[in-house]
């Protein structure tokens, strides 16, 4: 026969078991303890962008209350898309896993490239990831900025932003129709083609992209002997001598300052649609005036 336990010791041994299983259950939840708190129904998503385009955007569409975090770039005097004053309001993250998991959004937008370490660990949390592509026309990038209001909860900030950018390319458009032979010069040569965003701002502002007419790809690099051979009228050149470019600054360009208008194309009009457009289009017009 066993001899039953006083009890005392019954009472206990229960409280040890109910605590052990508690601090088991606390502990197997570990994950899903430190999820963000989900905002109530109806309320605006908290938002983390990891972005610098994305971060332009945001600042014409959002509320600022729902922006917990930008792209360090954007912070970046040199690759910002956004006043530095204006970016300096928020936290800025690298796009690591830590950082922006420890800002508990509600949601991330993105670029078209996100580490698979992030991608993971937003997908374990539950935490949505929008990811927004690099645009290759206006329409392209208008549709961008409808996608980032209605996820944002905002959708008539979008169109409201929308409708600033068509008529800031309606407003750019020259009054006659001769097009300027034009080549947007990046450093090394490196120049965009056919197809992207830059060569339609191009088109809408009364300037012909010669990249095609080098037989050049989409983005491709333009080495100096036919761009000396075949000079465009203006070339916009990206960076430019603040950058030390070997190619811009070769003494034979000299030659073609009766020929060619070299002109600064600032790098933040060059990578970012959305409301960039709005700033892009006024320099060219600005460029062509000039000419």
């Known amino acids: 026969m066993i001899a039953r336990p006083a009890p005392a010791v019954t009472l206990a041994v229960t409280l040890a078991v109910t605590l052990a299983v508690t601090v088991l259950l606390a502990g197997c939840g570990g994950e899903a303890g430190t999820r963000p708190q989900r905002q109530p129904t109806g309320a605006l998503p908290r938002i983390v962008s990891i972005n610098p385009c994305v971060d332009a955007v945001l600042m014409h569409v959002a509320d600022p209350q729902q922006i917990i975090g930008i792209s360090h770039y954007s912070q970046d005097p040199r690759a910002t898309s956004t006043p530095i ?29 996100v580490e698979p370490s992030t991608v993971a660990a937003l997908g374990r949390m539950g935490i949505p990831l929008l990811q927004i592509g690099v645009p290759d026309s206006i329409a392209a990038s208008t549709a961008q900025v409808r996608t980032i209001a209605r996820a944002a909860g905002r959708p008539a900030q979008g169109e409201a932003l929308v409708h600033r950018i068509e008529s800031a390319v309606r407003a750019a458009a020259p009054a006659d129709s001769h097009a300027i032979p034009a080549l947007i010069w990046q450093g090394g040569g490196m120049v965009p083609g056919t197809g992207t965003l830059a060569s339609e701002l191009l088109a809408a502002t009364g300037f012909h992209n010669l990249s095609a007419d080098y037989g050049l790809a989409q983005w491709d690099v333009l080495p100096l002997e036919p761009l000396v051979a075949r000079p465009p009228r203006v070339l916009l050149s990206v960076g430019g001598a603040a950058r030390g470019d070997r190619m811009l600054g070769h003494p034979v360009l000299d030659q ?8 600064p194309w600032p790098d933040r009009l060059l990578h970012c649609g959305g409301p960039t457009i709005i700033d892009a289009v006024a320099h060219l017009a600005r460029i062509r005036q000039s000419l």
């Open 85 to 113: 004053a204006w970016a300096m309001r928020f936290p800025a993250t690298s796009g690591t896993a830590e950082e922006v998991v420890a800002l508990a959004p509600d949601m991330v937008i993105a670029g078209a490239h």
């Open 256 to 263: 073609l300052e009766h020929r060619m208008a070299i002109r």
